[in-house]
């Protein structure tokens, strides 16, 4: 059916917060105007009172009235009627403010208005009165008896129904109801009252509509399924208060079409009626478990769900369905499929909204801000007072973070008055070891760079003069300019030249000429000035030709880790790649390198030169050819979505889980009697230690703050009456109470964390925990000599979209005891963690499988280092070692090589920044190269002999060996701090490099001793190279010189085993002649050799000895794993008196084959499977189920 009319909306009211319940008045108006489209007809309102139509867009978007626009679309597009929409955003617009002669020209009027924030319903009772029930009253009081009023109601009106739906004439229960519920069932019965009781009054339908649920720009988050998908991909847990209540719930779709119908039979109505819709109704379990089934996320039951029982509500919708032969399509997994397919546009509704307030954008000036994070008013961060009163007195200012999504730049949305913040300024640079140690390290890259040895350099907010101190250590002229006059005094005071006053704002006539200035250096300070284009432009002015700018700012990468404690007042702006090459072209400058340095959280340092350019053309022609750095910047910044309002959602989800684990701890350790206390008066503390005041729930606090900075100490923190004291005050502190330190500065932890484990070595402390709040929030335990992981911050994204479709499959319990809501819930939130033991499984048979491998890999290590050990070395001086010694030997070995692994452990920490893979590339690069060249060079050239080999590989050997302890002498730093690293460059030299090197080396050692010396014959060679395979001549085997190489024995293997019973010296009892002992190199110790015979180990295994002797003899062999043999099977003693061989002539050795392994070897296979599966148990168990609970 087609209406030939207008449908009226009027105003949604202020404070609706409800983006699916909409709020705006709409009416099927008569015959008796002109039609026109809804678009133009809206148009043309809004020109009459100045609007443009993009400006409109964007303030329904700010107000959340978009969804209103949605509903005039649907109705126009699809019913083609026209609409005319009025909303109290607009002047004269609002309900009360229509005129009654235009309201009385149409049929049918939608009203949605309404006050729906639940919260200012309870603050404000009396307002929430008079919006939602008596600005409706008098709206339906000025209509006709032949217009249809349609109003929305509230499904929670059924409240208590639980699973049990409710139908339209059914009792309520006002007992269970909110400031919001309560006027709206007093909104039904005033608008009844008025039918009943008025001859005049319009007909009236209610819609009892249930949480609308669908996507519309700028809607609210903050229930039903729309907040917990935003919680699952932003948080990775689902967190669910009640989970066996009910709730009624209307699809977006429905709901449109449920109204277009009730419109088309308006003729049909009744003077006043209600109706229930609902698409279906669940319970919040069952929309958590199916969100978590789609997403991958965990489910939490918080407490709340004990404090308080909640049945919840649903909804019976025959009367509506049967009244208009309507079906309800909606369902969950349709829902919950729509909202995960479009993650990013749920989540970022009230993200992209315009902040109003904002300054503009102090880069391209542009005045279109988008809001990213708000952490309220908070005082000045280095605003410090001598006194409780004055501090708590400090003024506060509005701190949010904004950005402008032109050039990508991030700021404050206020600017706190340069003069009052710097003029007297507290923060000093020089009160940091790291600091200064960066300071040495920036001097010497800009007078290396600069390649001046007696340079000058212009530092702007030089402070103190600490960097000014370490160029003037290496023969510099030093300018400073600072616009705090007790800093100036300070570097004045050191022999600088400093001018007070703001750079860009203030003239400065005595400055080094651009020709003879060499550098200018500006730390952490763009970032502080409220146009930075200016500043930048004054610098260009000073430049010379060859005049570098080094401009640095702090926390560039603030947004990956959720940083946010450096959004203070001094820090007006956070550059970006893209600010940076914004607000070059806009200044004059070229950017020469992007560089991240590890110092205040990782900084930017950005190299400016200045462009001299006349066209245009050039200038763009010029600024395509960007440095290789900075093109890796932007586009590290596009990939990481910098560029987009979803990654800033993300980046805001970070910043609260933080806050949110952190309060969790502190609460936990406050009940435990922990004293509390902060590490580090910075400003990025302060704004750190008002997040977390600021957060709910608050039952605990700090005693006080220790500060290194002079300036700072016996102060009070502004805005709060916590004292700051010197690191000094803990040797007051009470040994029986276990501490906890929030490290405020964080970017110091190296530094703070070696001080506070000399205070617990001097003090004798006991339980100090700190808490790092970034890059990983993390509880520590410190200890004298570690610092070991307590707990840490489990908070993930989820990634969108889902890599898997499917990742976790729910589980469904159920009960049929009494009280089942109690009793389930409290069985869901202790006993859930179980079922996820199916994964954990997984994850302690992975660690047994990875066991196994590394206990492989050291065995067949340990056994071939015992082997060459046992056999190349130990055999030289016991040729006639039985293998029962050189099993011992080989055992003993393996134990001592174990030892010595052990204690290398800190050698492997301190070498390659304890880089663990970098470490072992390293030892082979030391060790292998020598191996290679010989090799390369043996199958490659004849030339080559053994002794070029052998002095090939002791050289290398060498070189290797020397370079190794070298190297080791010395410790690296982390590779972000490499540029701290003051090794010799020498031993800085890569050992990736260093092979190549010592390959070259070995290899011409190899080649030069080969051609000195004499060449191996060729009928020895014949066919060994690879240049001469098809050689049909094959090489005869080279002879062993006596004396010169001991080759092992091989004549006890047991398939083809040699005969000796011809050779004297194989008869293990018999004297070698003098030729084979001058061969052994057998040394004389006046022993015979006679005495190694089988007779001694006979004596040694014979258990005829009685008492302490027997045990021992008795364990020994036992404990090696030999098997002890009452006599010598298969021997016997010849009339010589020597032991002879009488069956193969073979020594008697152990068998390795299964059959003849001992049962001791057996037992110790089968405990060690046993172990292993008891220790991956355990380990999955416990550790995962003690990380859930905490």
Not at 173 to 184: G, N, T
Not at 551 to 557: A, G, L
Request: charged letters at 20%.
């Amino acid at each position: 059916m087609r209406f030939a009319g207008h449908i009226l909306r009027l105003p949604e009211q202020r404070y609706s917060k409800t983006a699916m319940k909409w709020t705006p008045l709409e009416g099927k108006r008569k015959k008796g105007r002109p039609a026109k489209t809804w678009r133009a007809t809206f148009k043309e309102d809004l020109q009459n009172i100045g609007t443009k139509w993009e400006e409109a867009e964007n303030v329904a978007s700010n107000r959340e009235r978009w969804k209103t626009l949605v509903a005039q679309y649907y109705l126009q597009q699809e019913k083609k009627w026209n609409v005319v929409g009025y909303d109290r955003v607009f002047s004269g617009q609002a309900s009360h403010e229509i005129v009654t002669e235009d309201l009385q020209n149409f049929q049918v009027v939608v009203y949605l208005g309404g006050l729906t924030d639940r919260t200012i319903c309870l603050q404000h009772p009396n307002d929430a009165e008079h919006e939602n029930v008596k600005d409706i009253y008098n709206l339906a009081e000025r209509m006709l008896p032949s217009q249809l009023l349609v109003f929305a109601s509230t499904s929670e009106i059924a409240e208590g129904s639980g699973s049990i739906s409710m139908i339209e004439t059914s009792s309520v229960q006002p007992h269970l109801f909110d400031a919001y519920v309560l006027s709206m069932i007093h909104r039904e019965n005033a608008l009844q009252k008025l039918s009943l009781n008025s001859t005049s009054a319009p007909r009236m339908i209610g819609l009892r509509l249930g949480l609308v649920i669908g996507l519309s720009n700028s809607q609210r988050i903050d229930f039903g399924h729309m907040a917990y998908v935003c919680q699952a991909f932003l948080s990775g847990k689902l967190h669910i208060v009640h989970p066996e209540a009910y709730r009624s719930f209307l699809s977006m779709e429905d709901m449109l079409r449920a109204v277009t119908i009730v419109i088309q039979h308006q003729r049909t109505a009744k003077g006043f009626d209600l109706f229930h819709l609902e698409s279906f109704s669940t319970s919040i379990s069952n929309v958590a478990n199916a969100i978590a089934f789609r997403s991958g996320a965990h489910v939490v039951v918080l407490n709340d769900s004990f404090d308080k029982i909640s049945r919840g509500f649903s909804l019976n919708t025959t009367k509506f369905r049967s009244t208009y032969h309507f079906d309800f399509n909606g369902n969950q997994n349709q829902i919950v499929s729509k909202l995960i397919d479009d993650v990013p546009r749920l989540c970022t509704g009230r993200q992209s909204r315009l902040h109003k307030k904002s300054v503009p954008c102090v880069v391209c000036g542009s005045h279109e801000m988008l809001m990213v994070l708000d952490l309220q008013n908070q005082p000045l961060a280095n605003d410090f007072r001598k006194t409780p009163v004055e501090a708590l007195k400090c003024k506060r200012f509005p701190l949010s973070l904004v950005r402008c999504p032109k050039c990508y730049h991030t700021q404050l949305s206020h600017i706190v008055d340069r003069a009052y913040l710097f003029s007297h300024y507290l923060y000093q640079s020089g009160t940091s070891k790291s600091i200064e140690a960066y300071f040495q390290w920036l001097a010497e890259k800009i007078i290396r760079e600069s390649r001046k040895i007696n340079g000058t350099v212009l530092e702007i907010a030089s402070n103190d003069g600490s960097q000014l101190n370490e160029f003037a250590k290496r023969g510099w002229k030093t300018v400073g300019v600072d616009p705090a006059k007790n800093l100036a005094d300070l570097a004045q005071a050191k022999g600088h030249t400093i001018y007070v006053g703001f750079w860009g704002t203030d003239k400065f006539p005595h400055l080094p000429s651009p020709a003879s200035l060499d550098a200018i250096v500006a730390q952490n300070v763009l970032a502080h000035v409220d146009n930075p284009v200016t500043f930048l432009r004054a610098c260009a002015a000073v430049m010379g030709r060859r005049t570098r700018l080094y401009i640095q700012t702090s926390q560039c990468e603030m947004y990956e880790t959720g940083q946010f404690d450096t959004v203070y007042h001094e820090h007006v702006s956070f550059f970006t790649a893209h600010s940076f090459k914004k607000i070059a072209t806009l200044a004059g400058l070229t950017v020469i390198r992007f560089e991240m340095t590890p110092i205040h959280g990782r900084s930017c340092l950005v190299t400016f030169q200045r462009t001299k350019l006349s066209s245009s053309t050039v200038i763009t022609t010029a600024h395509k050819q960007l440095p290789s750095s900075l093109l890796l910047a932007l586009q590290k910044e596009r990939n990481l979505g910098l560029t987009d309002t979803w990654f800033y959602v993300k980046y805001q989800a970070q910043a609260y889980s933080m806050r949110q684990w952190i309060v969790h701890q502190l609460m936990r350790l406050y009940s435990q009697d922990h004293v509390i206390i902060g590490y580090g008066a910075a400003a990025k503390g302060m704004v750190l230690l008002h997040s977390l005041l600021e957060m709910p729930s608050l039952k605990w606090q700090f005693s006080y703050i220790v500060d290194d900075a002079p300036l700072k100490q016996n102060t009070y923190c502004p805005g709060t009456s916590i004292p700051v004291r010197p690191s000094s005050e803990l040797n007051r502190h009470n040994l029986s109470k276990p501490l906890t330190i929030v490290v405020f500065a964080w970017n110091f932890w190296e530094e703070i964390s070696n001080k506070i484990q000399k205070k617990i070595f001097e003090q004798g402390m006991n339980n100090v925990f700190a808490i790092l709040p970034f890059p990983v929030q993390q509880l520590i335990k410190i200890n004298q000599h570690s610092k070991t992981i307590v707990t840490q911050n489990s908070f993930r994204l989820l990634p969108w979209p889902s890599p898997f479709t499917f990742m976790r499959q729910p589980v469904i319990l159920f009960s049929s005891l009494p009280k089942r809501e109690l009793l389930l819930s409290s069985w869901i939130r202790h006993h859930a963690p179980m079922f996820d033991m199916a994964i954990l499984t997984i994850r302690g048979l992975t660690l047994a499988c990875m066991i196994a491998a590394l206990m492989s890999s050291l065995t067949s290590i340990f056994n071939s280092s015992s082997t060459i050990f046992t056999i190349d070395i130990w055999q030289r001086f016991r040729r006639n070692a039985h293998d029962w010694e050189l099993m011992i030997i080989g055992r003993v070995f393996v134990i001592i090589l174990v030892g010595i692994s052990i204690l290398w452990i800190p050698i492997i920490r301190a070498a390659q920044g304890a880089r663990l893979f970098d470490y072992i590339q390293a030892v082979q690069s030391f060790l292998t190269p020598p191996v290679a060249a010989c090799y390369l060079l043996g199958i490659l050239w004849k030339r080559i002999n053994e002794e070029g080999a052998f002095w090939g590989l002791i050289s290398g050997l060498f070189i290797g060996i020397f370079r190794f302890i070298w190297e080791y002498s010395y410790t690296a730093m982390p590779c972000q701090l490499e540029h701290l690293d003051k090794r010799p460059s020498v031993v800085r030299f890569n050992f990736l490099y260093f092979s190549v090197l010592l390959f070259i080396i070995s290899g011409i050692v190899t080649i030069v001793v080969s051609l000195l010396t004499k060449p191996i014959p060729e009928n020895y060679i014949s066919g060994l190279t690879i240049f001469d395979l098809d050689n049909p001549e094959k090489a005869i085997e080279i002879p062993t010189r006596p004396g010169c190489m001991h080759k092992a024995n091989t004549y006890c293997d047991e398939e083809q085993p040699y005969s000796f019973e011809n050779s004297s010296s194989c008869h293990i009892g018999q004297s070698p002649n003098e030729t084979e002992k001058k061969a052994l190199h057998f040394f004389d110790t006046g022993t015979d050799i006679k005495s190694f015979s089988f007779e001694s180990r006979t004596a040694f295994l014979s258990d005829d000895s009685t008492g302490i002797c027997f045990y021992v003899k008795t364990a020994f062999p036992w404990i090696c794993g030999l098997e002890k043999t009452e006599q010598l099977d298969g021997q016997s003693i010849c009339s010589d008196g020597n032991l002879h061989d009488s069956t193969s002539n073979r020594r008697s050795i152990t068998s390795i084959r299964d059959d003849h392994v001992s049962s001791w070897d057996k037992k110790c296979s089968y405990a060690a499977i046993i172990i292993l599966a008891l220790c991956a148990f355990v380990w999955t168990f416990f550790t995962d189920y003690r990380i859930r609970l905490s």
